[in-house]
T-cell receptor
Framework: DAGVIQSPRHEVTEMGQEVTLRCKPI?????LFWYRQTMMRGLELLIY????????DSGMPEDRFSAKMPNASFSTLKIQPSEPRDSAVYFC????????????FGDGTRLSIL | AQSVAQPEDQVNVAEGNPLTVKCTYS??????LFWYVQYPNRGLQFLLK??????LVKGSYGFEAEFNKSQTSFHLKKPSALVSDSALYFC????????????FGAGTRLFVKA
């Protein structure tokens, strides 16, 4: 079975540009999570969805970040405008009820903002 | 507030020797506890989880973890380490009945020397 699929795997762009990260969760999973991983801050939860509805976005760093889930098989995380401090690895993960289930992670998008 | 502590940034062990990666947590109630492993340029992979019952949980690749309620610990163990076990290990907790928000530790890097 296909796992969580993220694209692109690597993104290099200049400061001020819009960045869009994409995620396809595992089919049948009704929870989707976006995380950011850096050396300094470790793994941070940015936002998570249940049945395409955002449940907790308290980890979204600022208004430059937005996330959407238009359907059960697709989600995007956008940064506009991007800044060098946004450079990190961004992970998408999915899981399903009951709440004892582990999360399944994609292989991440390595984002570099110059 | 919920928290997870992995007191060691790095653990070094010789191949064939037993290994332990430590984790302590602070959360109200009885949490679900997880261990994940991350290899370079990959997402986190689920190793094992504690839900209830036997305090010794067995997982993938010969790993096991011991839940200790009085010490609020969930240490990861393996009787005989392999060089291929070298990776970054994350302990995680989730509040039982509190939704899907999962708190991850900072990670412990395991080096297994041949």
């Amino acid at each position: 079975d296909a796992g969580v699929i993220q694209s692109p795997r690597h993104e290099v762009t200049e400061m001020g540009q819009e960045v869009t990260l994409r995620c396809k969760p595992i089919s049948g999973h009704d929870y989707l999570f976006w995380y950011r991983q850096t050396m300094m801050r470790g793994l941070e939860l940015l936002i998570y969805f249940n049945n395409n509805v955002p449940i907790d976005d308290s980890g979204m760093p600022e208004d430059r970040f937005s996330a959407k889930m238009p359907n059960a098989s697709f989600s995007t995380l956008k940064i506009q405008p991007s800044e060098p401090r946004d450079s990190a690895v961004y992970f998408c993960a999915s899981t399903s009820t009951p709440d004892q289930q582990p999360q399944h992670f994609g292989d991440g998008t390595r984002l570099s903002i110059l | 507030a919920q928290s997870v502590a992995q007191p060691e940034d790095q653990v070094n062990v010789a191949e064939g020797n037993p290994l332990t990666v430590k984790c302590t947590y602070s959360v109200s109630g009885n949490p679900y506890l997880f261990w994940y492993v991350q290899y370079p340029n990959r997402g986190l992979q689920f190793l094992l989880k504690y839900i209830t019952g036997d305090n010794l949980v067995k997982g993938s690749y010969g790993f096991e973890a011991e839940f200790n309620k009085s010490q609020t610990s969930f240490h990861l163990k393996k009787p005989s380490a392999l060089v291929s076990d070298s990776a970054l290990y994350f302990c995680a907790v989730r509040d039982r009945g509190g939704g899907f928000k999962t708190i991850f530790g900072a990670g412990t890097r395991l080096f297994v020397k041949a």
